[in-house]
Nanobody, 126 residues
Framework: QVLLHESGGESVQAGGSLRLSCEAS????????MAWFRQVPGKEREGVAA????????YYSDSVKARFTISHDNGKNTMYLQMNSLMPEDTAMYYC???????????????????WGQGTQVTVSS
């Protein structure tokens, strides 16, 4: 079982920046992809960014491209999401996800992932 713990969410003003972290522990062998998702009440969970572990492939939703950067530190077993130029519409609960056992064919699809964190809240005020 992979355990995922997110941190870094807080309240910021529009235009500000935040860095989210997701530390993986437990059975972390054979991790193929990790990703960040976000969700607001009443809406579906949205894929924000994903990264192929051990490779250079990254994926972003159109809504965050050029503003957010995903990265992964193998030595620390930690994934990051650097969020710049934050907007009120970025307000959501952000979740970390991991996929074991096989490559994701659609890395921004929630159905690909078999481990999830508890989430960290990001609130952006105008």
């Amino acid at each position: 079982q992979v355990l995922l713990h997110e941190s870094g969410g807080e309240s910021v003003q529009a235009g500000g920046s935040l860095r989210l972290s997701c530390e993986a522990s437990g059975y972390i062998r054979n991790l193929y992809h990790m990703a960040w998702f976000r969700q607001v009440p009443g809406k579906e969970r949205e894929g924000v960014a994903a990264i192929r572990i051990g490779g250079a492939n990254t994926y972003y939703s159109d809504s965050v491209k050029a503003r957010f950067t995903i990265s992964h530190d193998n030595g620390k077993n930690t994934m990051y999401l650097q969020m710049n130029s934050l907007m009120p519409e970025d307000t959501a609960m952000y979740y970390c996800a991991a996929k074991r056992g096989a490559w994701a064919t659609t890395p921004l699809s929630a159905s690909e992932y078999n481990s999830w964190g508890q989430g960290t809240q990001v609130t952006v005020s105008s």
